[in-house]
C-alpha cells in the first residue's frame, strides 16, 4: 500500500522559517507528480507548489512563489517544502499529495484536478504568529 506521510509543522513567527517533510511508503515517488496543498478551516484548500520528478521541474502558487521551494531527496524518497518569510496568512494546515496521471505536473494543473489526486497525507499544521 502507498502511503505520504507529512511531518515538520509547527509554530513560529511572523518572518520565520519551516521544512516540511512528504515521505513516501510503498513506492518511489520518481513516477508520481508530486505535490503540496494547503487548507484553513471553512475554506476550500488550494495548491501551493508541484514537484515533477520526471523533470525536475518546480511550480508554484503566485501567494508563496519566491518564498517556498520544494526540495527533493531520492535516497529517503521524501520531498520537502522549505518555507521562508512566512506570514499569518500561511497558517493552514498542509497536505502533500501525488497521482501519476497528472500532465503536465504543475501548480494549476493538481490545483485543477485535486478532488481526483491518487494519494494523500494526513497532513500537517502551520501556524504563524504576530
Known amino acids: 500500500q502507498v502511503q505520504l506521510a507529512e511531518s515538520g509543522g509547527g509554530s513560529v513567527e511572523a518572518g520565520e522559517s519551516l521544512k516540511l517533510s512528504c515521505s513516501m511508503s510503498g513506492a518511489t515517488y520518481g513516477a508520481y507528480c508530486m505535490a503540496w496543498f494547503r487548507q484553513v478551516p471553512g475554506k476550500e484548500r488550494t495548491g501551493v507548489a508541484a514537484?515533477?520528478?520526471?523533470?525536475?521541474?518546480?511550480s508554484y502558487a503566485n501567494r508563496v512563489k519566491g518564498r517556498f521551494t520544494i526540495v527533493r531527496d531520492n535516497t529517503e524518497n521524501t520531498i520537502f517544502l522549505q518555507m521562508n518569510r512566512l506570514t499569518q496568512e500561511d497558517t493552514a494546515k498542509y497536505y502533500c499529495?501525488?497521482?501519476?496521471?497528472?500532465?503536465?505536473?504543475?501548480?494549476?494543473?493538481?490545483?485543477?484536478?485535486?478532488?481526483?489526486?491518487?494519494?494523500w497525507g494526513q497532513g500537517t499544521l502551520v501556524t504563524v504568529g504576530s
Open positions: 514537484f515533477d520528478p520526471r523533470t525536475g521541474s518546480t
Open positions: 499529495a501525488a497521482d501519476r496521471r497528472v500532465r503536465p505536473c504543475e501548480i494549476g494543473a493538481v490545483t485543477y484536478r485535486d478532488e481526483f489526486l491518487e494519494l
